[in-house]
Structure formats: structure tokens, C-alpha cells
């Protein structure tokens, strides 16, 4: 079988020891070990020029029907309690037509691809707060370093910014919302607060507590200066807005006027169970049908059948995730457990097969994670592990193009 990527050379002790430092002071990752092994990999992952042509093609055919998929469901509000979305959001949601839905714009998702024997699969897709722009630009760009003779793909931070500037406009404030005492969402936030100040914008990076909203407009609170941000930018989960107090929430689903990059109407197609209404639903859906294995509720799938793998409706980077014969035994019990007291909170996704791949570290098992940025392809964000289920346990991998003519030795982008 031919495979679309290689897993490259290690980098030596001292270019290793120097990218990680780099790593930490300029480009904020400041987890970059787990206990005793590193959270990054020491070499990169080689992916095919004409395989990353085709993810890229494959991931703006999904991002652009999903946002479709998105508006219809705003006006569905009968299939909201079959997503299973908070009965907080469903009520806010029902008060929420499309013509007066959030003001969402720069619209970033990523979706996860894995290499099978029958070609690229999709596990799920990332709508609502995708994380992975540290390692899939600044990490990417240390390693390239070193493997002149590859291209690097698209800088997803570098879209990023451009998109919102071009919404907000130069020397605007921009708020960076997220869960303030996560660090490995401050360490997101601070990373992309210094590229919006290199663009000549303000980054405030604080808690959905720290807005104040007024008729569909925001301000920032104490401690910081009472001025009217011009954009902003969500990194706290949807389904956890809910715990905030009303006013704090609401805006975000509903007649918020200031732009939004993520707005809360994302946990539509944020759920898992968005398979589960495609039926219903009058938007093209032929890419996903494609790519995406079955889905059925909980319920509808054997408890203990190897080739179902089951998920909460809204996990996250592969928590909880039960996989037979890959999730630890005694988790996995614990998850069917819960997935028979509470089956309406997971899924049931028929298994596929994830081709494994060699490296210096023995066989890993790849996913690629690529960015969209309204509809448009713009990075890859590359996760590697020693079974075929990505989650915390996973190492981030830089993600470097083998290009199809390789006569060149300058470096350059895709």
C-alpha cells in the first residue's frame, strides 16, 4: 500500500534542545512536557504534495457544507434536542431566527483526517473552539529549519490574523475569550495575541466575565479599560457558556452585534450527533457521507461490540473515547458504564482501521488535522501515538510537504 506520508529523521540533541526552547519563550508552549515524555515530537511527519492538494480540496467541500448545514439548523429548532444540546441553548436558540443570528465571521474549524485502507477518513470536526495553532504554524516553522528541502504548508495564525484584521481594521481591540484558568488555552490566546499586536491590532485576552453587554454590544470590564472591542475571538467551549450568568452568555447565540469568531450557534455542527440529522436536512451533504464512518445513537450499537467506538456528544481532544482493545480495560469499562446510565450523552461510531506507520520512535499512528478558515484550506496540524486513538496521551507532529518536483532545495510554502 502506498502511503501519504513518512515519518522523518530525528533532529539532533542540540537543533532539538534549541527548537524546544524556542518553542516555549516565543511561541508559548509552555506544556511541552507531560509527565516524563514530551508533548512534541523531535522529527517531522512527510506528507505527500498531492495528498495534501486532496485533504486540503476534501476539507473546504466540508467546511463549506457544514456551514450550510449550520443555517438550516438555526432554523430547525425541532432537531436541537436531537443534537443534544443544552436546554439552555435550545431556549435561547428558539428565540433565534437566522436573520438575527450572532454576527459570526472569520469562521476557523479543523477537521481530523486519517489514512485507512480504503484512503482518508474523517473522525470529526473541530467548529466550535479548535485549538492546535501554536503547533500547527510557530512549532512548524522551527522544524522546517532543518528540513530545508520541504515546503511547509499555509500558516493557519497568519490567516487568522489577516481575516480578523480585515473585519476589525488596523490598531482595533480584539478580545480573546477563553477559560482563564486553563493553561493550555492561555498559552493559545497568548500566542495569538502577539501575532494581532505584530499586525498593529490590541489583543486583551480575558473571561466571558469580564464582558459586559449592552443591546448587542460588548465592552470590556475592570481590570481592564471600559472600551468597545471590535472583534471577538472565543476560545471557551459553547456547551460550558451556560454556566455563566445569562447576560453573560446569551449575546453569543443570539442578537449579538459585534463580529464573532467563533459565535455560539457553531455547537450545532459542534455536536456529535450532527450525523444523526442529516436525514432531516435539506443541505448536500455528499462529502461527509463520504468520509465520515456511520453514526448511530448509543442506544442503536452493541455495548461491547469491537467495531463501534463510542464518544461523548461534545468530547474533546479524544477524552473519553472508548475504543475495544485500544482504550485502557478499566476506563473502557467505566465508559460503557456511563454510556448505559446516560445514553443520551454519547455515540456510536462504527470503527475503522488506521493504517500504522514507522518511525524512529517504532510504528505511531498519524491523524492530520486541517484548517479551515470560511471554507478556505489553511494548515495542517499533525498528532502522532502509539495506538490508534488520538488523545492527551498523543505527540504533536510538525507537518512538512514533500513536494512532487524535488529539484529545489530552497525552502518555500505550499
Not at 508559548?28 to 495534501?52: G, M, N, R, T
Not at 439552555?88 to 477537521?111: E, Y
Not at 493557519?156 to 480584539?174: D, F, K, L, M, Q
Not at 464518544?311 to 482504550?327: L, Q, S
Request: glycine share 6%; with cysteine.
Amino acid at each position: 500500500m502506498r502511503l501519504p506520508w513518512a515519518a522523518g529523521e530525528r533532529l539532533r540533541p542540540d537543533d532539538w534542545k534549541s527548537v524546544r526552547m524556542q518553542l516555549m519563550f516565543d511561541c508559548c508552549k509552555w506544556d511541552i512536557q507531560s509527565e516524563d515524555h514530551s508533548v512534541v515530537a523531535d522529527y517531522p511527519l512527510f506528507l505527500e504534495e498531492d495528498e495534501w492538494e486532496s485533504v486540503a480540496n476534501l476539507a473546504e467541500k466540508l467546511s463549506q457544507e457544514v456551514l450550510a448545514a449550520e443555517q438550516e439548523l438555526l432554523a430547525r429548532p425541532d432537531l436541537h434536542a436531537k443534537l443534544n444540546l443544552p436546554a439552555s441553548i435550545q431556549k435561547i436558540l428558539r428565540k433565534c431566527p437566522p436573520k438575527t443570528s450572532p454576527n459570526g465571521c472569520a469562521r476557523i474549524m479543523r477537521f481530523d483526517f486519517h489514512f485507512t485502507p480504503d484512503g482518508w477518513r474523517i473522525s470529526e470536526v473541530n467548529a466550535d473552539v479548535p485549538g492546535g495553532f501554536i503547533e500547527a504554524s510557530g512549532f512548524t516553522e522551527l522544524m522546517a529549519e532543518h528540513y530545508k528541502s520541504y515546503l511547509i504548508p499555509p500558516n493557519p495564525t497568519e490567516a487568522y490574523v489577516a481575516a480578523i484584521r480585515g473585519v476589525a481594521g488596523e490598531n482595533a481591540s480584539i478580545g480573546l475569550v477563553h477559560a482563564t484558568a486553563h493553561c493550555d488555552d492561555r498559552q493559545v490566546m497568548q500566542y495569538l495575541g502577539k501575532q494581532l499586536e505584530r499586525s498593529g491590532m490590541r489583543a486583551v485576552a480575558l473571561s466571558p466575565s469580564h464582558l459586559k453587554w449592552e443591546s448587542g454590544c460588548a465592552r470590556f470590564t475592570k481590570p481592564f479599560s471600559a472600551v468597545h472591542p471590535a472583534l471577538l475571538v472565543r476560545f471557551f467551549p459553547a456547551e460550558w457558556l451556560p454556566n455563566l450568568h445569562p447576560s453573560s452568555w446569551e449575546p453569543w447565540f443570539r442578537s449579538g452585534k459585534i463580529p464573532m469568531s467563533n459565535p455560539g450557534t457553531a455547537i450545532l455542527i459542534q455536536s456529535k450527533c450532527f450525523p444523526l440529522v442529516w436525514d432531516e436536512l435539506k443541505t448536500s451533504l455528499n462529502t461527509w457521507r463520504s468520509l465520515l464512518p456511520e453514526t448511530k445513537f448509543a442506544t442503536d450499537a452493541p455495548a461491547n461490540s469491537p467495531e463501534w467506538v463510542f464518544k461523548p456528544v461534545f468530547g474533546r481532544v479524544g477524552e473519553d473515547v472508548a475504543i475495544a482493545g485500544v482504550t485502557e480495560q478499566r476506563a473502557y469499562k467505566e465508559i460503557i458504564r456511563d454510556v448505559s446510565r446516560h445514553p443520551h450523552d454519547w455515540i456510536a461510531q462504527h470503527r475503522f482501521d488506521t493504517v500504522p506507520l514507522e518511525t524512529s520512535s517504532g510504528v505511531q499512528y498519524a491523524c492530520l488535522g486541517v484548517f479551515t478558515l470560511d471554507s478556505r484550506a489553511v494548515g495542517a496540524y499533525g498528532r502522532i501515538a502509539t495506538k490508534p486513538l488520538i488523545d492527551h496521551d498523543a505527540q504533536d507532529i510538525a507537518v512538512l510537504i514533500r513536494r512532487k518536483d524535488r529539484g529545489d532545495d530552497g525552502k518555500r510554502t505550499v
